[in-house]
Structures are given as structure tokens and as C-alpha cells.
């Protein structure tokens, strides 16, 4: 087991690690949009945020968003899933990987979007 951590990425606010790396696969935690607890001013932003905290720590393990393998993202408010589905699918691409989008009353600081991963790390040939 490897622990994984990226200063490109909030540092973790309680006991648990950015990502750990176990059997080949990488788990990233729950990522938040932002440091300093101040969400950015639209969700857009917050969602672009994410996705690069996430791309951060993934890189830090030898991975991209392209060997993501599962997500689970937590949206405060329902509404918010259009306009999250089409930000993901431009940032994955043509790449699908397995989903979950989870609707909640609220997440941390005021947030709208928590996003935490799976990613197979590729094979070192």
C-alpha cells in the first residue's frame, strides 16, 4: 500500500489520505472544489476545480483521467446535473468510466460538487 499526495491539491482536513494506492489501483478521496474553505463564485468554476485537484493527485500516482475506472460525485442540489454532466463529458472525453452521481442537501464550506475516484494504474512495460 502506497499513500499518494499532491500539493497541487487541498491537503486532507481530517484523518485520511488524498489517495492510496493498493493492487494496482488508485482510490482518491473525496475531493473538494477549493482550498481556503471559500467555494469559487459559480459552479462551473467549482467543477473545473475539482476535476484538477483530482487530475493532480491521480498524476501523482502515474495516472490521468483516462485510466479512471469509477467515480462518485456528490452534487448539492439535483439541478446542478446537467450542467455537471456535460463539464465531465468534456473532460473525459470519448472516456466512460463507470458512475454515480449522488444528490445531497449540502456538502462541506458550501460547496456544490465533491468528486472521488478509482483510476487502474497503467502497467509499467
Known amino acids: 500500500m502506497k ?3 499532491s500539493n497541487q ?5 481530517g484523518h485520511y489520505s488524498q489517495a492510496v494506492e493498493a493492487g494496482g489501483l488508485v482510490f482518491v478521496s473525496g475531493m ?10 459559480t459552479f462551473q ?4 476545480s475539482v476535476l484538477d ?10 495516472c490521468g483521467l483516462q485510466d479512471v475506472v469509477q467515480s462518485t460525485v456528490y452534487l448539492a442540489g439535483v439541478e446542478h446535473w446537467p450542467a455537471f454532466n456535460q463539464l465531465y463529458a468534456e473532460r473525459f472525453g470519448s472516456h466512460r468510466p463507470a458512475r454515480a452521481v449522488v444528490p445531497v442537501p449540502a456538502l462541506h464550506h458550501g460547496f456544490l460538487v465533491e468528486i472521488q475516484l478509482v483510476a487502474e494504474r497503467p502497467s509499467q512495460s
Open 3 to 5: 499513500f499518494i499526495s
Open 9 to 13: 491539491a487541498p491537503a486532507p482536513g
Open 32 to 41: 473538494l472544489p477549493a482550498g481556503n474553505n471559500q467555494p469559487p463564485l
Open 45 to 48: 468554476a467549482q467543477v473545473h
Open 53 to 62: 485537484h483530482c487530475s493532480a493527485v491521480l498524476a501523482e500516482a502515474g
